[in-house]
């Protein structure tokens, strides 16, 4: 029942009040000057930033996150058209494999090559595919975690959720990806060239 889905994901729940037009140049910044006040889980259990820190402080690895007000999610719900803040921490600099994996009545990936800064970076996902989509990263042959964006046709009944608005922006140069998408549903695969500019 979608409405049942609504009220228990409610905290998930993001609206920007002003859709984000923008690409996918990450854009380093100091997480000293930008701490989450918590970090969420897909299973909805949050942690204080200090108290995550502290577990994963001898063993931390290549990270991506949802950016949510003042807080870090690895699962959102959205509408369609509207657009997010991901973070994502990377243990080296180097050339990144980002892979976006939609399932919709069948599954298809696509893939895109970017350079990523050692340490905290952000950059925008636009949401401009309704469907599940689970995102992570590679590099160094190291993935980080994945996280899930829920992308939903229209919003939910305003009782049922909480709208976040004024979600940060990011700006950047522009920049050009390669991507490929392929179908797991025996049809055909195709490769390609994105470009995406920020704003």
């Not at 002003?18 to 889980?41: A, R, S």
């Not at 996902?125 to 229209?154: C, T, Y």
């Amino acid at each position: 029942d979608p409405s049942s889905a609504y009220s228990l994901f409610s905290e998930f729940y993001i609206n920007t009040s002003v859709p984000i037009v923008g690409g996918f140049t990450p854009v380093k910044f100091d997480v000293t000057h930008k701490k989450p006040t918590k970090v969420y889980f897909g299973s909805g259990n949050g942690i204080t930033y200090t108290q995550y820190q502290s577990f994963v402080s001898t063993t931390k690895g290549n990270e991506l996150w949802i950016q949510k007000g003042a807080d870090w999610s690895q699962y959102a719900i959205v509408p369609t058209g509207t657009a997010l803040q991901l973070i994502a921490f990377s243990a080296a600099a180097g050339q990144a494999d980002y892979f976006d994996t939609l399932q919709t009545d069948s599954a298809s990936v696509t893939s895109k090559r970017v350079t990523f800064f050692s340490g905290y970076q952000n950059m925008n996902f636009v949401a401009d595919k309704v469907g599940r989509h689970i995102l992570l990263f590679v590099i160094n042959n190291q993935p980080s975690n994945a996280i899930i964006i829920d992308v939903i046709s229209e919003a939910p009944p305003a009782t049922q959720t909480t709208a976040q608005t004024g979600m940060p922006t990011t700006s950047g140069a522009a920049s050009t990806a390669t991507s490929a998408t392929t179908t797991y549903s025996g049809k055909t695969t195709s490769t390609g060239c994105d470009s995406q500019t920020s704003s």
